[in-house]
């Protein structure tokens, strides 16, 4: 058989069909989604795939099949890649239909041998990584003999990996015209953040604005919930609708510090043109949203309550339909046009940012919590990343996920943990310590005292229908009388 071309799909997954071969892959974190459709041969312990593609294929559900059991169910032939290596599989023809089979996997390490599930049947090849770990683990042999070093070369780093970014998609875009080349006059937006004003998202802004051409403006995306506070008498529902009941998204955590951070970085770079998209979400949207487009890119197997608000959150701020926030006039509604969509996602797994990672070095000690974080890293293509990038490509633009980036990540893998987190100091300070440090040279005074907050909470989206969510099934939830 002839060689086919290559196709790549982004920076970090590729397809490649060769000689009657095709190899396929994730990156090692799994930034972007990979799926497949599986089928079993005629024999019992055969497996093939008949399809690979970014997200589940299936009719658009309606409102009347608002249960995500029923769409689970159409699904159960998907599965997620997993981000566990470079799959090689023989390219075999049926009578009507082409699929893959005999697969093969070579994995990124031996840790992430353990990425696939059981129900994957495939031969491991040779570990493409023996000697290396990109997981979390702290390692020696990196000379930062202080914390102002440390800080500096995480600064530098950060920078780099950013300006490569913004380059590549710059050059990218010209290349395949997806995007008009802008002349020195254009003011739109290819970059855009969600943005929640807190420490990630504003370091990563602030590093942004240094790697953009000034002629662009930067689309700072900021989503919050409208919120049903429930009669305090009664517990039906049919009063949820009444106008006295519900919340203004104005005062979700997450807008405030948008609008106080986005004060900010105005002062710090007056000359860029900072679009603050405030994206508010009324009540009434949310189950046909939910329904036709959330519940089908969480499949396959994202099904919990946390996975259906962290969804409604993600996909509401990457569709960037809102108002165009204006101090001083009327407010317009806007959508962004960036193509490019920078998050903050896998900071806290690095640098202990989590509650409960504090709660595990105070009670178990050091080394628990580094295996803590060596695990969480190594898990976080299985438990947000593919569900993430199928939530923001749906509206056709790409994530950009500059703490996830192999040179960040083997920097702070090998940084002292006690540069990581301060146990000493109050909430809001001592977790995510060098990020902290970093944001105090960028001059970013407030954001670098921010806690950390849940963007289903900050944005309100875990309890915008006054519903007390439980743990387990987004199929179900519990009313509570309570506004909190």
């Known amino acids: 058989m002839s060689a086919f071309s290559l196709h790549l799909l982004s920076k970090e997954n590729f397809l490649k069909v060769e000689y009657g071969r095709i190899y396929f892959a994730r990156d090692r974190f799994g930034r972007h989604s990979v799926v497949a459709k599986r089928f079993l041969g005629a024999k019992e312990d055969q497996f093939h795939i008949s399809l690979i593609s970014s997200n589940v294929i299936f009719s658009t559900p309606t409102l009347s099949e608002a249960s995500l059991k029923s769409l689970e169910n159409n699904a159960q032939d998907w599965f997620e890649i997993p981000a566990s290596g470079i799959f090689v599989s023989q390219i075999a023809f049926a009578k009507d239909s082409i699929f893959l089979s005999d697969i093969s996997l070579y994995p990124w390490s031996n840790e992430h041998l353990t990425l696939c599930p059981s129900n994957f049947p495939v031969s491991v090849g040779r570990i493409l990584h023996k000697n290396e770990s990109y997981i979390g683990i702290t390692l020696p042999s990196l000379v930062l003999t202080t914390l102002k070093e440390a800080q500096q070369e995480f600064l ?21 015209n997806l995007l008009n080349s802008p002349d020195e006059n254009w003011s739109g937006s290819f970059f855009g953040l969600l943005f929640s004003g807190g420490l990630d998202s504003s370091v990563i802004a602030a590093l942004v604005d240094r790697c953009v051409p000034t ?26 609708q009444d106008g006295n009941n519900l919340v203004s998204a104005e005062e979700a955590p997450d807008r405030q510090t948008a609008l106080k951070s986005y004060e900010e970085l105005c002062k710090l770079s007056p000359q860029r043109k900072w679009n603050l998209i405030k994206v508010n979400v009324d009540v009434s949207e949310i ?21 259906d608000s962290l969804g409604l959150a993600l996909w509401f701020a990457a569709r960037g339909q809102g108002v165009l926030h204006n101090p001083n006039g009327v407010e317009v509604k806007c959508t962004s046009s960036a193509k490019f969509l920078f998050l903050g996602s896998g900071i806290d797994e690095q640098l202990a940012g989590y509650a409960r990672h504090l709660t595990t070095y105070k009670k178990f000690g050091r080394e628990a ?37 192999e040179r960040i990540v083997g920097f702070l893998a090998k940084i002292p943990l006690e540069f990581k987190i301060n146990p000493d100091l109050p909430k809001g300070q001592g977790e995510k310590f060098l990020l902290r440090k970093v944001a105090e040279m960028l001059n970013l005074n407030y954001a670098s005292k921010q806690p950390k907050r849940a963007m289903q909470f900050g944005s309100r989206a875990a309890k915008a ?16 009388n309570q506004c909190e």
Not at 219 to 236: E, G
Not at 465 to 480: H, I, M, N, P, W
Request: glycine content about 4%; aromatic content about 8%; some cysteine.
């Open 287 to 307: 189950q046909e949203a939910r329904v036709k487009h959330v519940w089908p890119l969480l499949l396959p197997g994202h099904t919990t309550v946390l996975d």
């Open 215 to 240: 002629n662009y403006s930067i689309d700072l995306i900021n989503v919050a919930f409208q919120r049903v506070c429930p009669s305090q008498s009664t517990n039906d529902n049919t009063n949820f």
């Open 369 to 405: 919590l580094l295996k803590e974080l060596s695990k969480e890293l190594l898990y976080i293509s299985n438990r947000n990343l593919g569900r993430d990038d199928r939530l923001i490509s749906a509206h056709g633009r790409m994530a950009r996920l500059p703490y996830l980036d």
């Open 465 to 480: 229908e006054g519903f007390k969510r439980l743990t387990g099934s987004a199929d179900q939830v519990q009313f509570t």
């Open 156 to 176: 530098d780093l950060l920078l780099t990996v950013i300006r490569d970014s913004v380059n590549w998609d710059l050059s990218f875009d010209k290349i395949s």
